[in-house]
């Protein structure tokens, strides 16, 4: 997904953090399957909080595209705002969530609540740093796409990893319907929000802290 506005070559800055990342995941599924430590690689649904996960890698990708975008001529008005609105995008998520969750705890709203958060998050953040939100919501995609294909063939295979598995309260579904539920919808919403909100958070205060640290080249016209 390459950008040629201001010359941005989005899929070029992407790619060796997205392969990292595709590692991971494999790592991450290699030692599920065989029962490696839980600690490194927890098998409850969500992945409870398991050290090998490529969660970690979001603000350490954040970052790196920030201070490499920096460096490229695509710099901030100020680091400081862009974090604040990713602070105002959490805030804003929670809102949704809380919102609807004081409506009806069933688990449709719930569902429909992440999904509102996650567009809502999305929708505050994307205009402080345009060349940083493009560029997380590609790695995003990127990185999340593959994981949804592995929840589709965990589910089918019934691997016993937490790929498989949805939040508690999930009622019973056939396969299909299963993946579409905890695999695609909540990897193409609520984890790319994750993606883009905390990579801004991370990368604007970076930016700030290095301040004129951090040198600029004007991109080639």
Do not use: C
């Not at 460096?71 to 969530?97: C, D, E, F, N, Q």
């Not at 997380?136 to 990127?142: E, Q």
Request: net charge positive; hydrophobic share 55%; proline share 5%.
């Amino acid at each position: 997904m390459a950008s040629s506005r201001q010359g941005l070559d989005i899929k070029h800055l992407i790619l060796i953090p997205a392969i990292i990342t595709f590692g991971v995941t494999l790592l991450r599924l290699v030692g599920e399957l065989n029962q490696w430590s839980p600690i490194l690689f927890g098998r409850e649904a969500g992945g409870g909080g398991s050290i090998v996960g490529i969660s970690w890698l979001v603000p350490f990708f954040g970052i790196y595209f920030a201070l490499k975008l920096v460096k490229m001529g695509h710099a901030p008005a100020s680091g400081w705002k862009t974090a604040g609105s990713a602070l105002l995008g959490v805030v804003a998520g929670a809102a949704v969530i809380a919102i609807l969750f004081s409506l009806s705890q069933s688990f449709v709203v719930l569902a429909a609540a992440g999904v509102l958060a996650a567009l809502t998050a999305l929708f505050v953040v994307r205009k402080t740093w345009p060349a940083l939100f493009r560029t997380l919501l590609a790695y995003g995609f990127a990185v999340r796409i593959p994981v949804a294909i592995v929840m589709l063939f965990a589910i089918y295979g019934e691997w016993g990893t937490h790929y498989e598995l949805g939040a508690p309260g999930t009622p019973e579904m056939a396969p299909f319907v299963k993946w579409i539920v905890i695999g695609v919808i909540p990897q193409m919403t609520a984890w790319i929000a994750y993606t883009v909100v905390f990579g801004s958070l991370f990368g604007g205060i970076a930016v700030a802290l290095a301040g004129k640290g951090v040198k600029q080249t004007v991109p080639a016209a």
